[in-house]
């Protein structure tokens, strides 16, 4: 509904002004969804002065960027693998190296060019100025990881209410995207069904008694649940509202471990992977999810930050914190381009 998610935003941009103090005229905006697809491509130019410098990785990226895209697809991603100088392989910054031979491995993300155009109409009636897209699993990632843990190889799911977004470190570098429509929404639905509850109140039974794993709750633990269409409430076993996440929670995760087992990249998972996002929040899923993936999990919040730390270091506001820090390095990377021609210029005046 465009007018009401213009709605939405205008009234987050308000909150957000009175609280920071700052007037907010641009953003960047995460996508997430199943209209979001991606693959790998490859590139290869000459190195023009013997030395690889910035114009010949711009140049290696669009070539592995030019590959047939359907009309209805848009890129919001080329992100770079490897790159490889002559016979040289496995580089992560070419830059300085001497050859003849640029070659570059990318992975490329897409978006459903409506669903894109969508998105950024209801962000411009809401009158802000969209700086970029950003694949929200990305934005994630950079919130929730650590060097180490990208450089050893880790999977970050990013469990939203509609999906369930996946990005793969393998190397430092993004080695792949997926995404899994399955999400937060489902155990919520799942629960109204279960024990006949309005799905508002199904939310709410979910946040505040939910758990994945029974054998967390104790047999004689009482809820109060609301009825459907004006009928009393009644109580009823904890345990009977976690028979019901639990193997919702079982098939969900495993499902996710599928899709990550389909990559091939598993075995490059050295540091386990990280669950994020608002769903993740569920008690016990962490623990479902070491015993499903047999690899090492953890939840994912944001880390080294300063400011209401307290409040937005819980895994909802992973995305949010992720896209700030890349607006910010997109900023200083564009200042520092700049500083470049700048000099460059003087040189060649003088």
């Not at 109409?121 to 994630?140: D, P, R």
């Not at 967390?216 to 976690?242: A, F, N, W």
């Not at 896209?323 to 990377?333: C, P, S």
């Amino acid at each position: 509904n465009i007018e009401s998610t213009t709605e939405a935003i205008k009234k987050a941009r308000e909150e957000a002004e009175l609280m920071s103090g700052y007037p907010i005229d641009e953003v960047w905006v995460g996508v997430a969804g199943s209209h979001i697809s991606s693959f790998d491509s490859k590139g290869m130019v000459a190195i023009r002065n013997k030395e690889v410098g910035q114009e010949d990785i711009d140049r290696v990226l669009e070539a592995a960027k030019a590959v047939a895209v359907p009309s209805d697809r848009e890129v919001i991603h080329v992100l770079p693998r490897e790159y490889k100088v002559d016979e040289q392989e496995g580089i992560s910054d070419p830059i300085g190296m001497s050859g003849v031979r640029l070659e570059a491995s990318v992975h490329i993300v897409t978006g459903g060019r409506t669903a894109l155009q969508n998105a950024i109409k209801c962000t411009e009636k809401a009158n802000l100025k969209v700086a970029g897209l950003v694949l929200q699993q990305l934005a994630s990632s950079l919130a929730v990881l650590s060097e180490d843990e990208k450089n050893l190889g880790v999977a970050v799911v990013d469990m939203g209410g509609g999906t369930s977004d996946i990005v793969l470190y393998v190397n430092g570098s993004v080695a792949h995207t997926a995404v899994v429509p399955i999400g937060g929404n489902h155990f919520t639905h799942d629960i109204a069904v279960g024990l006949r509850t309005p799905q508002s109140s199904a939310e709410e039974l979910k946040k505040r008694h939910g758990v994945a794993l029974a054998i967390m709750v104790k047999d004689e633990e009482v809820i109060e649940v609301p009825g459907v269409g004006g009928r009393d409430p009644r109580s009823v076993h904890r345990r009977d509202l976690c028979d019901v996440i639990e193997p919702r929670a079982e098939e969900a995760l495993t499902i996710l471990r599928e899709k990550i087992f389909e990559s091939g990249m598993m075995p490059h998972l050295g540091s386990g992977a990280v669950i994020t996002g608002g769903a993740s929040q569920l008690a016990g899923l962490i623990e479902v999810g070491e015993y499903i993936f047999d690899i090492p999990v953890r939840l994912g919040t944001a880390a080294n930050i300063k400011g209401l730390s307290d409040i937005v270091r819980v895994p909802s506001y992973a995305t949010a914190i992720g896209l700030i820090m890349y607006g910010l390095l997109q900023e200083k990377q564009t200042a520092t381009v700049a500083d470049e021609d700048v000099s460059w210029g003087g040189r060649l005046d003088s």
